[in-house]
């Protein structure tokens, strides 16, 4: 029995031994992955000595005597910060993510093949011009420098992850740029999700007027009515069809809702207190751990240009340069359409064409898969773009038998110069000319809102598709691919794209909200991203003669909610001061407290107030009442609330307080009778959830702001070390956007939102300021990985300087790059 005692303390102590050797060995491995910022290295492919200077945020100033060196150390820079994130971020584009992470994206890898993005992307390189070709080579050797760098001196392979996956670093490739900037353009862009939910809808409803309810039209120009659904396309439609589930791991597609968002707006010398221009962005992407942004300074030949970069693209994509300043706000243009094709019953090889069956265009393609079997893809194309899986976008609800959907969208462009468009902007010296460089630029398409020393302008930039005026559903849902008029008819020329020069207020701006008031076929679209935010913009605007860099800060980081202040009103019309005193500790009681907390509040979606928490729930459990009924399981899609479907409801626009009616009781309800209802779910789900005190309720415990690893974020212990959460104020329709998950036991987390702030001032150029919602860092050992994490969810910033001595002198680290 000793004898066993003893052999078991010596397994138990090797045991313990191994362990801790294991994590010691990881936390070395780890920390020879952090980037050592002051050193010299040798390195070919430059022509002459490139200095990074790493100011105290880490931010990198690089020095260069020539464009091609500029970008050589925007290359390099990315790859010691964000190596891992620019490794997801191609093999996403590529669909190679199985490759790494097994079976679990394949659902990825096989929308992306079937998109044909890399290939589409490796096609488009030869038609960049000669400046961006030159600059796309220059970065793919900076990041190639680095990469070189961590094999020959064991460096850990550059990031922890590189560790844990066997994901070897293929050398970057100009290619690998502009596939990641069409991966950005699918990250932007719902307007598949927008027709399919319509399509489906309007299978469940029997009024389109009710259509015209759950998903209104942004307020305008009248939409002639559209024929229903299910008389476009031969049934049988799966109406009561199961919802696809959200839980893809690193999807590449947005859940709807979840699309492209941001606010910017300019004030010409007349509107500006100090006679300079003023430029504010905030552009709104899905939050991750590191952020999706990246700050940067290059000195090119025109001079310097600082701001915003995506790893993996070699560009400033938001910012300002000595003479001019850029924002970009999505434009919600309709650059998507989806076209459901009869397959020949006689040849599932072909499909039906205006002019008769064609054969599917077709290609093999493998995808490997870790620990599985590789599969092999038939690639299919039609005249109208790539065949997509039934399985995404619940497309196989709305897909007759018979049938498959395609997809028409700008950015599967061939011959795409976007990227030559952004390389460009970062030259251009005026207004004007930025606007013209930009015409090449296809997608994804913005807003670009632009400031030079004397003029603001707003141009929508990238391709917009010309549809005829007899177009069946008008783009709005799936259409009959075979049918002429259906089909797109190329683009439109860029005279077309709506554009405010000089404007006579001296104001521009957008929210994603609705800019022109255009009939089919020369609309923008019929789905924008914003009726509300707006009209607190247009309040804060109007409500200065003039407005500084700190007032479009204010602007910037306001948290007042007009929809909570229209709404409420509306809610609660019939439930203030006309119920009867109440015991405590009874509903009745509970539900008296809160109205008079929310009949007290003026509508900030403050972090540390109860009352934000409140209204929220309550509006979330009202719509949920109002369409369960009517929609079934198909309400679960309906994630976040529609503000103009509420008011329509509560002000009976075209009968709209019908949706108030429990259509399967006998009663006939009411508004009132459903609004308390739902304010009773919203309180018992509060005190499940947060507990019953209400006085004691804050927003910003259920709206954290969750940054989180985009793999290794769900992983127990280790989550708790790289994914960054943060008490945030705002909501989704706050000018200070924290668009809420919407789903799951936290629906009111923010989880999209305003990664990147800059507030750019002409008059004094260098008091501009900027700041992201992480750090620079993607090494989650690294001090800079969240250092400005707590600035950014304080609505503090950072200086935005050019001048290289401030930089210098509180610099953490000189990097010289020389020649060998």
């Not at 050797?21 to 780890?30: F, I, S």
């Not at 549809?467 to 559903?473: G, K, T």
């Not at 989180?708 to 945030?728: E, M």
């Amino acid at each position: 029995m000793v004898l066993v005692f003893r052999w078991l303390l010596r397994l138990s102590t090797l045991a313990v031994v191994a362990v801790v050797l294991g994590v010691l060995a990881t936390q070395y491995l780890a920390k020879r992955s952090l980037p050592d910022y002051d050193k010299e290295l040798p390195v070919s492919g430059i022509t002459a000595t490139i200095e990074i200077i790493r100011d105290n945020a880490a931010v990198p100033h690089i020095m260069a005597l020539s464009d091609r060196d500029a970008f050589f150390g925007l290359g390099y820079s990315h790859a010691q910060d964000r190596l891992w994130q620019m490794t997801v971020l191609r093999r996403t584009a590529q669909g190679r993510l199985s490759e790494i992470f097994g079976t679990r994206t394949l659902k990825t890898d096989t929308l992306l093949r079937r998109l044909d993005l890399y290939p589409l992307a490796v096609q488009s390189v030869p038609h960049q011009n000669a400046a961006t070709l030159d600059a796309l080579e220059a970065y793919s050797a900076g990041v190639n420098a680095r990469i070189s760098e961590i094999n020959s001196k064991s460096l850990g392979r550059g990031a922890p992850e590189l560790f844990v996956f066997n994901a070897p670093m293929a050398p970057w490739q100009p290619a690998d740029s502009i596939a990641i900037m069409k991966l950005m353009s699918l990250q932007l862009s719902g307007h598949i999700s927008e027709e399919v939910l319509r399509a489906r809808t309007s299978l469940l409803l029997d009024d389109n007027q009710r259509l015209s309810d759950i998903l209104p039209d942004m307020p305008g120009i009248g939409v002639a009515a559209l024929p229903e659904y299910a008389s476009l396309v031969p049934g049988p439609l799966n109406r009561l069809a199961a919802n696809q589930p959200d839980d893809t791991f690193l999807p590449a597609a947005p859940r709807r809702g979840l699309a492209g968002a941001s606010n910017a707006f300019a004030a010409a010398p007349g509107r500006s207190a100090s006679q300079g221009t003023l430029l504010a962005n905030d552009p709104h992407l899905g939050f991750t751990a590191p952020a999706f942004w990246y700050l940067a300074r290059l000195e090119l030949a025109e001079g310097g240009v600082i701001g915003g970069t995506v790893p993996g693209i070699p560009t400033i994509a938001v910012g300002r340069s000595e003479k001019l300043a850029w924002g970009v706000t999505s434009s919600y243009l309709d650059d998507q359409d989806l076209f459901i094709e009869e397959i020949n019953p006689d040849n599932t090889e072909e499909y039906r064409t205006p002019d008769g069956f064609k054969p599917f265009v077709t290609r093999k393609s493998i995808i490997n898969i870790k620990d599985a079997a590789p599969i092999t893809l038939t690639l299919r194309w039609t005249d109208n773009g790539p065949v997509l899986p039934r399985s995404t976008y619940d497309l196989e609800a709305v897909t007759p038998p018979g049938h498959v959907v395609a997809l028409s969208w700008t950015a599967l462009s061939p011959k795409d110069t976007s990227m030559s468009a952004a390389i460009g902007l970062m030259t251009a010296t005026s207004v004007e000319d930025a606007i013209d460089l930009s015409r090449i630029h296809i997608a994804p398409s913005q807003n670009l809102t632009l400031i030079d020393g004397s003029n603001v302008a707003m141009k929508l930039v990238g391709a917009m598709p010309r549809r005829s005026p007899n177009h069946q559903s008008q783009g709005r849902m799936p259409s009959p691919g075979w049918v002429a008029d259906n089909r797109w008819q190329g683009t439109l020329p860029y005279s077309s794209n709506p554009e405010f020069l000089a404007p006579e207020g001296g104001i521009v701006g957008n929210t994603n909200n609705k800019t022109v008031d255009r009939s089919f076929p020369n609309h923008v679209s019929f789905d924008w991203g914003d009726s509300q935010r707006v009209q607190r913009w247009q309040g804060l605007m109007q409500g200065r003669k003039v407005h500084t860099r700190d007032s479009f800060i204010e602007a910037q980081l306001d948290t007042v909610s007009v929809t909570a202040r229209s709404l409420l009103p509306l809610m609660g019309r019939d439930l203030w001061y006309t119920g009867e005193a109440a015991a405590a500790g009874t509903p009745e009681r509970l539900r008296q407290r809160a109205l008079d907390l929310l009949a007290n509040w003026n509508g900030e979606m403050n972090e540390y107030l109860p009352e934000p928490l409140i209204y929220a729930a309550w509006i979330r459990a009202l719509q949920e009442r109002l369409i369960r009924d009517d929609l079934g399981t198909l309400a679960d899609k309906y994630t976040h609330v529609e503000p103009l479907f509420i008011e329509r409801v509560f002000r009976n626009v075209g009968g709209a307080s019908k949706w108030c009616d429990v259509i399967r009781s006998v009663k006939i309800e009411s508004c009132a009778d459903i609004s308390r209802l739902a304010l009773d779910d919203a309180l018992i789900w509060i005190e499940e959830n947060h507990g019953s005190a209400l006085e004691s309720l804050r927003w910003g415990t259920a709206h954290e702001a969750t940054h989180k690893h985009t793999v290794l974020g769900d992983v127990p212990i280790l989550r708790s070390f790289v994914n960054i959460t943060q008490s945030t104020s705002g909501g989704d329709n706050t000018l200070m956007r924290g668009r809420t998950s919407g789903i799951g036991p936290t629906p009111f987390s923010n989880v999209h939102g305003a990664a990147y702030r800059g507030v750019y001032d002409f008059a004094d150029p260098d008091s501009s300021v900027f700041v992201i919602s992480t750090g620079q860092s993607g090494h989650f050992l690294s001090r800079h990985y969240d250092d400005l994490g707590q600035l950014w969810r304080r609505g503090e910033y950072i200086p935005m300087s050019l001048d290289v001595d401030l930089a210098r002198a509180a610099s953490v680290g000189i990097t010289k790059l020389t020649k060998p």
